[in-house]
């Protein structure tokens, strides 16, 4: 029997499930001042989504029982895995709840750019008939670039090749061969990505190699014509971290004409200041990190990191250790 | 050589073709006046989109030398194509031009509908960071119920199977082997479709049959918990033509919450009138009659319908003739 401390919320099924192998499940969320103080210290295990962050500080300030550190969700950049991992303590993730509710999203945002689906909503609701000033360009014939290329990009591409675009990805972390057996164009620099696509989607973790990859001089490389001849202009969605979109670039690549529409379900500081210039944008489309935000994926990821936890505590291997902890 | 009157507009590159041909062509707009007072007697053909409308009376006022009426689009609801066929004339239209067109936005709004991307655009500017009110649903595990199944249905399956949405669809007047062959379950009844989905999207003519199909007894009808077993509402989508959804049932419908929302590209009056209902509620998206406004959609509808019209004023066979007109 462990000891869970559940810091951030999770589905009631997730917590039963836990408490029928044997767990104790303590939910409640911890402050900063709390972990400073060594609240984990009596836990065996801490499940938390994005609000908690366990920096340096706060894992050796939780030293002593800690063995497993639960991330219901994908993105592990409010931990530090590694520091974790120099103390023995196993970071796992629930990487899979989500990947359909992301690629959803995805190319919700990519239709909603090109055909002005938030704007057209917007001026109907105030009494305008915008209809000549909204002519878009289709998705079919255009090239999507994919910056990374695993679980959710490979999705999206599917969706994607379904509409008609033709695929280019750039992943250094991926065998060529899983691009190639599925015709999607594999480039060996993000820069070449960026000069062949009308159309870029961002599908990879925040890290110092990552941030502020979508910078101006890349945005400004892009064709503005498709590889169908037609003149659809520059497009970026990012659905992945904030902060790989270098915000400040997107602001005035928009206002210069450079960029078209740029779609953020993530920024680099959340929740966004209302005085946030892109707000102003008719070429911003914005949505408040709802990626996993569904009944489906929120259902998963409890189940998900409830086992993956409960494998790491009962000492069965677990596919969704992210760090290497040190025995 | 035929003098051909263009009144709704026309892509420069199809007046040009059709010059090329030995045609004359007039680009200008004519007023109901004009086309009550015999305007169109010296013509041989008239090509239009939805603006000009030619009811019996503006028909019988053109007899002379009319022998084609082109419509530059796929619905011909403007035009008495019964009437035009006993007096001889043949109507023609370009329904594939703008099918890529209408998919997209067709699951631009099924996808921004269940993730709420205007709302959530709507709020992020007005400074609100509305991330838990914004839990959606996934397409995937749905049953996407379609009527009418022809080109643009067809297409809009396949991309909502990508999706992994199971596909249901509603058409009289398909082969059933057509829809058995892409695994689609074909419904012989439409009030059998609305009892099986969650997800219903309008792909046929408005015609006396199909005015008001979805109405409050049907939308009562249809489940509100996905095929997945997950809770995901009731969801309609036109794309098609006004006056198919009965608005003030719809209005209804999400007043009480027994319709989760409502995605209308076109409506029972265009454009609509700003103090409409519809528009001051939370479930409701809404789009100008932006269905074929691409680049792509236009360049291809004018060359289409050029071709057609001298199609048919040249004697040759054309494909598009859809009516019955007596030799």
């Known amino acids: 029997m462990a000891k869970i401390a559940v810091t951030d919320g999770m589905d009631d099924t997730a917590v039963s499930w836990l408490e029928q192998q044997g767990h104790e499940v303590a939910v409640a969320s911890l402050s900063v001042d709390e972990l400073m103080s060594g609240a984990l210290q009596e836990f065996d295990a801490i499940i938390v989504r994005s609000a908690t962050k366990l920096p340096v500080e706060v894992l050796e300030a939780s030293r002593g029982r800690l063995m497993v550190i639960g991330r219901a969700g994908v993105g592990v950049d409010n931990i530090n895995i590694a520091h974790a991992g120099s103390m023995g303590i196993a970071v796992v993730n629930a990487p899979r709840a989500s990947t359909q509710s992301v690629v959803e999203l995805t ?43 695993g679980r959710i990009a490979q999705s999206v591409a599917s969706v994607a090749r379904s509409l008609g675009m033709d695929i280019h990805a750039y992943d250094p972390y991926l065998p060529p061969k899983v691009a190639k057996s599925q015709g999607t164009v594999l480039h060996t620099s993000v820069d070449d990505l960026f000069r062949q696509c009308t159309h870029v989607s961002i599908h990879c973790n925040l890290t110092d190699e990552t941030r502020h990859l979508v910078n101006a001089e890349r945005i400004s490389s892009m064709p503005h014509i498709g590889a169908d001849g037609n003149p659809c202009g520059r497009h970026i969605v990012n659905c992945a971290r904030g902060g790989i979109v270098d915000e400040d670039a997107v602001s005035q690549s928009l206002a210069s004409g450079v960029l078209t529409s740029v779609a953020l379900d993530v920024f680099e500081n959340e929740p966004v200041h209302p005085d946030h210039p892109l707000l102003q944008m008719e070429g911003f489309h914005g949505t408040p990190h709802i990626g996993a935000a569904t009944v489906e994926a929120q259902a998963r990821v409890g189940m998900d990191i409830a086992a993956n936890v409960h494998a790491v505590l009962a000492g069965e291997a677990c596919d969704f250790v992210v760090n290497d902890p040190v025995a």
């Open 107 to 149: 190319i919700a945002h990519l239709l909603s750019c090109v055909r002005y689906v938030a704007r057209a909503d917007r001026t109907l609701r105030q009494g305008q008939w915008a209809k000549k000033a909204l002519k878009g360009t289709e998705l079919s014939g255009k090239r999507l670039g994919l910056i990374g290329y």
